[in-house]
């Protein structure tokens, strides 16, 4: 193991928190009471799936900077009709906009988060908004240092400014930091800014093992099972 | 007492932390063993002289935005001058610039935060940039939600875009929000912005019960003693 990164830089959805079982729980709290019969985990995945092509208007500069919250609301709103749900008031539909912020972390995420730090800054490096981030962080216990990421660049990952904006405010060049994701593309755009890397495998994030994410498909300097096994490879003890 | 804040927003220099103390001994440590012999708080208080005028460069649009560590540091060339120290290594000098990032915390401000962390956001609204605020956290164990102010706003208190952009990453309006300060001058912006207001009392920041800030003079929400008393005067209990 080389020295040790003097930043952890983590991609959060799907890394740090489980937003597939988070969001199909929230969607059936709500909507199951009204009636709606819906495949949740479909329900979850749809809205989720509109993520990608949303942050691309951005990046491709067809559309300006605007939040996570704003992009993940116009979302629900086409996946809601997507799925035949109709006469929900604005405040339902901003409620369960909001479950994003409620996000589960998966269980070894608090702790093995708290342990890193006792190594590295770590913080993180997500396309969710610092208002989302925060809310996230005080439900699950995650003790981040800072959160950075798209909204303090003003740029969404994968574009290199996301990475590097952020590297650059902790006052570090990229080859003093880590990339931690459990997505090969994150990864490999982080690499290519100077950053190392650590893949996280996430196997029920999509809960499919042909997916292209459930296993690790580029070089990276570290791969781990979880933020313990990521602790016991950078070399930070347990206690 | 009316609603809590759903978020209390922290000046930092002064108020959470004493950069008086912290900076002359710095100053000591490392220029006494080279015989120099200052008056190590006139030191002190001749380098924090010169971070409001750096900043005004700034405010009046004379100078584009750099962050407060790249200003810490010129001023830090001017006052060793001032004091006829020469012969530094600029690594000696970019050591004794960084003891920003390790400024000491006032004693009650490490439970006193994570008592307060209990009822509401804490966040940073400082002129410290990011880098420097992580940095000092991870020194005196200040347990930030998250970090904002002026590197996020790209603005200088007490510029109002310095408050209201930072109530703005948290998705909150101002008046849901508390600026918390030792300084007269911030509170009094930061009202003007909307934001709710909460003087703490900081006699040995300057050890002059002639300066300004040694007593309120606006009128504000709240006047404590310290960041306990704060906790209380809000209604969040010790445990």
Redesign the interface.
């Known amino acids: 193991m080389k020295k040790m990164p003097k930043a952890l830089l983590f991609d959060v959805f799907g890394t740090v928190v489980d937003w597939r079982g988070s969001i199909t729980r929230e969607a059936q709290a709500l909507l199951a009471p009204q009636g709606h019969a819906l495949d949740w985990d479909a329900f979850a995945r749809d809205w989720r799936s509109r993520y990608q092509p949303a942050m691309e208007r951005i990046r491709s500069g067809a559309r300006g900077f605007v939040r996570l ?1 704003v992009l993940h609301r116009e979302n629900l709103v086409e996946t809601l009709e997507a799925f035949g749900v109709t006469g929900l008031a604005e405040t339902e539909i901003d409620h369960l906009n909001r479950a994003w912020h409620r996000l589960d972390p998966w269980p070894d995420a608090p702790s093995g988060l708290a342990r890193l730090k006792r190594g590295a ?1 770590i ?1 993180t490096l997500s396309n969710g ?3 989302l ?2 809310n996230m ?2 439900h699950g216990d995650l ?1 981040w ?4 990421g798209a ?2 660049a003003r740029a969404y990952k994968p574009q290199p400014e996301a990475y590097l904006r952020s590297c650059e ?4 060049a990229p080859g003093e930091t880590m990339m931690v994701a459990a997505h090969n593309s994150d990864l490999v755009a982080a690499a290519a800014t100077g950053m190392r890397t650590a893949f996280v495998l996430r196997p029920e994030e999509y809960g499919d093992p042909q997916h292209e994410d459930a296993q690790a498909r580029g070089r990276y300097d570290i791969i781990a099972d979880d933020f313990h096994d990521l602790a016991e490879k950078l070399g930070i003890a347990a206690n």
């Open positions: 919250d800054i913080a908004n610092i208002a981030m925060v962080a005080r003790p240092d800072a959160i950075l909204e303090v405010a902790l006052a570090l």
